[in-house]
């Protein structure tokens, strides 16, 4: 039978209420791309796993098709969330599919336009908040609290459940689990719900290399950041609320938890486009990290099977692009101009 999405591939592994009732936009079954140029000069068997090919450009379509599923049977009649944009997006699709009304709260202008533009196509209500998105999250859970509203942030467990599906795809293509696992790290649901996965899944354990950008870095620091900044919004997060499974994630694996600069984070976006991904700033973390542990010699590379998360297209964000390169040039409709041109 066809795919039918994470909930029917994988539904018996995963720890849901009986009263779920399934909502799918055939979310997961991403493919795992090699990158054998980069994978070639590293001298290692590397992978992207490309979260960006879900239904709405974004990992977290694995974990909504659950937090939603969970909330429609449970009765639930509008769900929120504070996002830095994908969540949004994603929460306002599986809801529209759902019948169910969503709220979004999004740091004021700090959103990547695909995402906003996203949220508002499947109609939700979105509210911006003047402030961070830690503030907006905040709130979602203040007014979670004291009204019915269901919160579909990844401080739900069932978006964690949902997002373990990765980790089983990963080892369903590969056979075994990678030796390691590198993605960025915002909120920390996502490394938390990879290595929950990949205990859960008994095909061996990868190291993991989580991946935080320079200015928005708590969990290297060690301490929340008020300001946090970076050009990696979806990972623009100073409080992160799964910090501490995150870092027991990076401690049980034998991994690390790194910070990497905005530089070195659009270097690794064009390195990924010259293989012919387009991944979103904040999808490109994992590459940066990898490439700054291999140049400090902080990891050995050598002989391993790597998988990197890639978990957001680059489509939603194209500001980051058009905005360092000149436009295109003009010319007029005839031969010789193109020729001129092109030879
Ligand atoms: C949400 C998101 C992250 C961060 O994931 P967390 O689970 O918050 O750590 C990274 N990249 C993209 C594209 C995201 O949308």
């Given at each position: 039978?066809?795919?039918q999405?994470i909930l ?12 779920t ?15 054998p ?8 068997e ?6 960006g ?8 379509d ?6 939603i ?13 504070a ?43 979105v509210i911006q ?31 964690i ?12 293509d590969l056979?075994?689990a ?12 996502n490394?938390?719900?990879y ?26 620091l060690g301490?929340?950041?008020e ?15 799964r ?7 990076a ?13 070195e ?13 387009w ?5 490109a ?7 700054a ?25 194209p ?25």
């Amino acid at each position: 039978m066809s795919y039918q999405g994470i909930l029917h591939r994988y539904g018996h592994l995963l720890d849901l209420p009986a009263h779920t009732r399934a909502i799918s936009l055939l979310e997961g079954n991403t493919p795992l791309v090699p990158l054998p140029r980069l994978g070639h000069e590293l001298g290692c068997e590397l992978f992207v796993k490309y979260e960006g090919l879900n239904p709405t450009g974004s990992f977290k379509d694995r974990g909504m098709t659950a937090a939603i599923s969970e909330a429609l049977g449970r009765g639930a009649q509008t769900v929120i969330c504070a996002s830095t944009g994908n969540t949004a997006a994603s929460a306002a699709a599986y809801a529209a599919r759902a019948g169910l009304r969503a709220i979004v709260l999004i740091p004021q202008g700090k959103v990547a336009a695909g995402k906003l533009a996203g949220a508002i196509a499947y109609g939700a209500e979105v509210i911006q908040v003047d402030g961070s998105f830690d503030d907006a999250l905040a709130l979602v859970v203040e007014i979670t609290q004291k009204t019915p509203l269901a919160l579909v942030n990844s401080i739900n467990p069932y978006r964690i459940e949902g997002q373990k599906s990765s980790a089983f795809e990963i080892c369903d293509d590969l056979g075994a689990a990678p030796d390691w696992l590198c993605l960025p790290v915002g909120n920390a649901g996502n490394i938390t719900a990879y290595w929950a996965g990949f205990k859960q899944y008994q095909k061996g354990l990868p190291q993991i290399l989580g991946v935080q950008a320079a200015g928005a870095a708590p969990l290297v620091l060690g301490h929340p950041v008020e300001k946090p900044e970076t050009v990696a919004t979806a990972i623009r997060i100073g409080r992160p609320a799964r910090g501490e499974q995150a870092l027991q994630a990076a401690q049980e694996s034998r991994g690390q938890i790194i910070a990497v600069s905005d530089a070195e984070i659009l270097q690794a976006q064009k390195i990924l486009a010259s293989e012919g991904l387009w991944v979103e700033p904040a999808s490109a973390a994992g590459i940066a990290g990898l490439l700054a542990q291999t140049q400090s010699a902080g990891m050995e590379v050598r002989g391993k099977k790597i998988v990197v998360v890639c978990t957001g297209h680059g489509m939603k964000d194209p500001a980051i692009i058009t905005e360092s390169f000149t436009s295109p040039k003009v010319i007029p409709a005839d031969y010789d101009s193109l020729f001129a041109l092109v030879e």
